[in-house]
């Protein structure tokens, strides 16, 4: 696709460089360019909760991975690797598209699965075209797995973080190497601290995302205490609470409908999300505003805590009344016959 040259138009924006598209047309392109930009994701795509504002450029599409038990989110789509020339174009979409925003485009989101699993040299080479037509962009960034981060030598992590990268965001999910495992996460606690104190050594900080009923039944208590844990020793500026919700892509449905993973009732996963609350000592957001909570809470720790707690006690005591399953089963499409 072209974009639209410069027209002799005097309906464009005033100080835009002569560019004087008119308004309906430049919205009409907006809209044609954010659908070639954004297609190849399907009907929806995830981005991190703390990057929500960001602008997105695609660089990859699905996860390299993709083998967690749990998941769903890039909907059986094929891990692929944009090329530059595609990256390119897609940064010079994007400049069309923000040139007439009124504030400067100051962040980026790297759209895909895991993009901080491209070499070094792309993802520098992305950084250089997109501060060279964004000149006042302050960061990069993107979602990560450990052992992207731990692919990378330390000097690899310096420069990058000297090239703009950022608030990357890791799932982490859990703390238990047994949860770990058994949600075929690829990767263990010892591997997610080392990713986690790699990155603080670079002075790059990032957010986690941790996932309630992640254990089912049998492993909760060793979920939240082990998950507590390692985070008490690390250093998110953010914490991102979900909730295990079963899609039905997800290979753990298997496990459900044979009985060998007991899901945690609604219930027990807002106990599960208070318990994890309680145990944690650092200074961080906790933000468990997450759609796929049964109720949101989001606030500064260590300040808020106590306040939080008070928050989550009372919806425990009103929710626990009846008709939070229900609820929860007609906004998930999900059973809880198990």
Request: proline letters at 4%.
């Amino acid at each position: 696709m072209c974009l639209p040259g410069p027209c002799d138009s005097t309906t464009g924006p005033e100080g835009k460089g002569g560019i004087g598209i008119d308004r309906r047309d430049f919205a009409e392109s907006v809209k044609r360019l954010k659908k070639e930009l954004y297609g190849e994701y399907g009907p929806f795509y995830y981005v991190p909760m703390a990057e929500s504002r960001s602008v997105q450029l695609p660089v990859t599409v699905g996860c390299r991975y993709g083998s967690c038990l749990f998941c769903d989110l890039n909907q059986g789509m094929a891990y692929r690797e944009l090329s530059l020339d595609e990256i390119s174009r897609n940064v010079e979409w994007l400049r069309f598209i923000h040139q007439r925003d009124r504030r400067p485009v100051q962040r980026f989101l790297l759209a895909g699965g895991n993009p901080f699993s491209l070499p070094s040299e792309k993802l520098l080479r992305i950084s250089e075209l997109l501060r060279n037509a964004f000149p006042e962009c302050e960061y990069l960034s993107c979602f990560s797995r450990a052992d992207d981060v731990l692919a990378k030598s330390e000097e690899e992590l310096h420069e990058l973080r000297m090239a703009g990268f950022d608030r990357l965001c890791l799932g982490i999910e859990s703390g238990s190497d047994r949860v770990l495992r058994l949600q075929r996460k690829g990767v263990g606690r010892s591997e997610n601290a080392a990713a986690m104190s790699a990155l603080d050594a670079a002075g790059m900080s990032y957010s986690v995302y941790i996932m309630l009923g992640l254990g089912g039944r049998e492993l909760s208590e060793e979920h939240i205490n082990e998950t507590a844990s390692l985070l008490n020793g690390a250093h998110p500026f953010e914490l991102t609470v979900v909730t295990l919700v079963l899609f039905k892509g997800a290979d753990l449905v298997k496990l459900v409908r044979e009985g060998k993973f007991k899901r945690l009732r609604p219930m027990e996963s807002l106990e599960e999300g208070r318990r994890l609350l309680s145990l944690l000592r650092i200074p961080t957001v906790y933000d468990g505003t997450h759609k796929t909570n049964a109720y949101p809470v989001k606030g500064h720790l260590p300040t808020h805590r106590e306040h939080l707690l008070r928050r989550l006690d009372e919806a425990i005591r009103r929710l626990s009344e009846g008709g939070l399953e229900r609820r929860e089963a007609r906004r998930w499409r999900n059973w809880f016959s198990e």
